[in-house]
């Protein structure tokens, strides 16, 4: 199980790393103004949102699931701060949704959002990360 958790947390690092480093690319792509700067934001947002982030997504969710296997249902349904927690990880996909369909739109050069958008999207995957690492430390309820 510890071995488990151990992937999971590295998982969930690489995977905010990514969810925190492609809205910037947003924010720096909404200001760029020439078309060479243009195709290489599109380049750096493809690679890292299918090589990176994604994948990252799809092991963050398995090993998260696999965790949850260790323990008897009831004991799940007594945990209260796993669901809240599980809740936070929805809006996490959500948004990790939101960010292919902008990548889309840069990639189709049908962008139109400004750099000051994409920096207050950004702040997002903050506050929720703060929240769950609150939920699964202190387990608070």
Not at 9 to 24: D, E, G, H, S
Not at 63 to 92: D, N, R
Request: glycine share 4%.
């Amino acid at each position: 199980m510890l071995w488990v958790k151990a992937f999971h947390i590295i998982t969930v690092v690489t995977w905010f790393a990514a969810l925190f480093y492609l809205p910037r690319l947003f924010v720096y792509h909404a200001m760029c103004d020439d078309e060479s700067g243009n195709e290489r934001f599109k380049v750096m947002e493809r690679k890292l949102y299918r090589g990176i982030m994604t994948p990252s997504a799809i092991l963050v969710l398995i090993l998260g699931l696999w965790l949850m296997s260790f323990y008897p249902l009831e004991a799940i349904l007594q945990m209260h701060w796993l669901h809240a927690k599980l809740i936070l990880v929805t809006l996490l996909f959500a948004y990790h949704g939101m960010c292919g369909r902008i990548l889309r739109n840069f990639a189709n050069n049908k962008n139109q959002r400004s750099h000051i958008y994409y920096r207050w999207f950004n702040e997002l995957p903050v506050i929720i990360l703060v929240a769950v690492i609150i939920l699964a430390v202190v387990k608070p309820f």
